[in-house]
């Protein structure tokens, strides 16, 4: 019954749609699970809808704090605890929401930094400049184009396999989360949005997926996250994809990074319910 099956909560990140994830709930669903696709606050329900109205998601008011938020609300109201699974600042929301107490395991795809990721690569300095390059982003919605999608998301793929991606998924995308991001490492702890007790021994499992050949989090970047979790008695692991990109989860090999979700799951004792024959 789809009652008895545990939630999976897929949370998106920067440019990106919750309807990105379809491919995924489709493959959680006949696993046995019941996926839930939420979208960031004031984002369109579709990629068209989100294109034409990219003013939905200017001005200052909604921020990485915020988005956490959203999710955790989403999440306190379902009629059991789910599993995580976040890309990109999905990825980092996975980690806060687990902080919080939040979710009975995770997985942070190609995280975003936490604060206390020191790393700063120079792949990772490139991809971020459309934003952070101008000031006035912060409080803006900004899209990538085609050349800039290429290079940050999809430079482990073909052009023609980059381009059609950029065309069918690709949204305006707020720049504040990235501000923040940015900033963290220089902001007191307390009012850090990024900030996430990485020593807390309570929280649901995490695993770490980094794509080696990412520009946008480059792997380095996620194993100085995955590093940071070392005092922690809470479970946490680690897996690499030597060859992919930061579009890991929607390009043509999407199904290998989930089916190592859905493995890492199964050795945890979260096994999903079986369709009925």
């Known amino acids: 019954m789809p009652g008895d099956r545990v939630p999976v909560v897929f949370i998106h990140g920067l440019w990106l749609h919750s309807t990105s994830w379809q491919p995924w709930a489709e493959m959680f669903r006949a696993a046995g699970y019941d996926p839930i696709l939420p979208e960031w606050p004031g984002v369109p329900d579709t990629v068209a809808e989100a294109r034409e109205h990219p003013e939905s998601q ?126 963290a490492n220089m902001t007191p702890r307390g009012r850090a949005a990024t900030a996430v007790d990485t020593h807390a021994a309570e929280r649901g499992p995490l695993l770490i997926i980094s794509g080696g050949a990412d520009r946008t989090v480059p792997d380095s970047v996620s194993r100085a996250a995955f590093k940071l979790y070392g005092g922690s008695a809470a479970v946490t692991e680690f897996r690499a994809f030597p060859d992919r990109g930061h579009s890991l989860t929607v390009d043509s090999g999407w199904s290998e990074v989930a089916q190592a979700a859905l493995d890492w799951l199964r050795k945890l004792g979260i096994p999903g319910q079986p369709l009925a024959a």
């Open 58 to 183: 200017a001005g200052i008011g909604i921020g990485i704090d915020q988005v956490i938020e959203h999710h955790a609300e989403i999440v306190r109201g379902l009629r059991a605890p789910p599993v995580l699974i976040g890309h990109s600042f999905g990825g980092l929301v996975v980690q806060a929401l687990l902080d919080d107490g939040l979710g009975r395991a995770g997985v942070a795809i190609d995280p975003a930094p936490i604060r206390g990721v020191l790393r700063l690569p120079a792949a990772q300095i490139r991809s971020a400049r459309p934003v952070l390059g101008n000031p006035a982003n912060r409080k803006s919605a900004v899209s990538l184009t085609p050349e800039q999608f290429q290079a940050s998301f999809g430079n482990a793929l073909p052009a023609d396999e980059a381009s059609a991606l950029h065309e069918r998924w690709t949204t305006p995308a707020r720049g504040r989360p990235l501000f923040q991001a940015a900033l």
